[in-house]
């Protein structure tokens, strides 16, 4: 199985730009399709985007279009996600999260569908 490890989190203001990244270690990441999901406190965890084993396809949530960008790099075993003119309301917690199973690509936005996840890095947006 995979480990995933998150970091680049951080506290920006409103319009700044953050680049998270995911360490797998384990098992090579081209065996799996990729997500990020995010949650806030109170609120249930929310998918981000996702991304195919060779990054044929990605998918986002309406939210975060023509703002975030999911990519890899199978090479190093490491997962990005690009967030760009970031919002108050893009502040949580972000996951990382693997699966091997294939499926449809909407089924990638459910967060019960991903068997693999990390610890979380913190991403707080300031007015």
């Known amino acids: 199985q995979v480990q995933l490890v998150e970091s680049g989190g951080g506290l920006v203001q409103a319009g700044g730009s953050l680049r998270l990244s995911c360490a797998a270690s384990?098992?090579?990441?081209?065996?799996?399709?990729m997500g990020w999901f995010r949650q806030a406190p109170g609120k249930e965890r929310e998918f981000v985007a996702a991304i195919s084993r060779s990054a044929y396809w990605t998918y986002y949530t309406d939210s975060v279009k023509g703002r975030f960008t999911i990519s890899r790099d199978n090479a190093k075993n490491t997962l990005y996600l690009q967030m760009n003119s970031l919002k108050p309301e893009d502040t949580a917690a972000y996951y990382c999260a693997a699966t091997s199973t294939r499926l449809e690509t909407t089924y990638y936005t459910d967060y019960r569908n991903y068997a693999y996840w990390g610890q979380g890095t913190q991403v707080t947006v300031s007015s």
């Open positions: 384990g098992r090579t990441l081209s065996s799996y399709t």
